[in-house]
């Protein structure tokens, strides 16, 4: 199966705007989602299809792709928005689904 | 309203088993693709096994074998039997609904814990 790289942290300040690389080979042959996860809770889907967004979920979030690297960008970033953060993937040559290690991101 | 609740989980011997129970409501299960991903301590997510609408399963290598996914479409309940428990299996085990990779509505996990 194919590996999700994503950077273990990313910091931004408040109302500035956040980008969460997720890198792979895969990533340009395969629909790319992204998941929030705040601390105790379990994760929401916050971008699928790379680059759609649940309807619940707020315009700073966005979702793009880039040769072999999806980006998950946050505008106007609030304190709200810490926690951690996934993309994952179905790998159709493999039959699995991937998940990225993940990134924390923490507002300063 | 959809609704994932998960239960089950608790602690084991290594070697032992566990049967997860995930009990939906607001879908047919039998209708729908759910997964169950898994969260070791600390650490990221890990998908598990996945059941679709026609009933084919899949499984991540890394417990192919020792975990077997199932339904009761009477209860609208899917289950997720662990055998051969060891220690790397201790995580928070969620169930998910996908469309039918994408994880739209996520249970809140339970907990199992392989120790002697």
């Known amino acids: 199966s194919d590996v999700l790289t994503q950077p273990p942290s990313v910091s931004v300040a408040p109302g500035q705007t956040a980008k969460i690389p997720c890198g792979g080979n895969?990533?340009?042959?395969?629909?790319v989602h992204w998941y929030q996860q705040k601390p105790g809770q379990a994760p929401a889907l916050v971008v699928y299809?790379?680059?759609e967004r649940p309807s619940r979920i707020p315009e700073r979030f966005s979702g793009s792709n880039s040769g072999n690297t999806a980006t998950l960008t946050i505008t106007r970033v609030e304190d709200g928005d810490e926690a951690d953060y996934y993309c994952?993937?179905?790998?159709?040559?493999?039959?699995?689904?991937?998940f990225g290690g993940g990134t924390k991101l923490t507002v300063l | 309203d959809v609704q994932l609740v998960e239960s089950g989980g608790g602690l084991i011997q290594p070697g032992g088993s566990l049967r997860l129970s995930c009990a939906a409501s607001?879908?047919?299960?039998?209708?729908?693709?759910v997964s169950w991903v898994r969260q070791a301590p600390g650490k990221g997510l890990e998908w598990v096994s996945i059941?679709?609408?026609?009933?084919?399963?899949k499984y991540a290598d890394s417990v192919k074998g020792r975990f077997t996914i199932s339904r009761d479409t009477s209860r609208n309940i899917v289950f997720l039997q662990l055998d051969n428990l060891r220690a790397v299996d201790t995580a928070v085990y969620f169930c998910a609904r996908g469309k039918p990779y994408d994880f739209w509505f996520w249970g809140q996990g339970t907990l199992v814990t392989v120790s002697s």
């Open positions: 607001g879908f047919i299960v039998r209708s729908n693709y």
């Open positions: 059941i679709y609408a026609g009933g084919n399963t």
């Open positions: 299809d790379n680059i």
């Open positions: 994952q993937v179905w790998d159709s040559t493999s039959d699995h689904v991937v």
């Open positions: 895969i990533i340009g042959s395969e629909r």
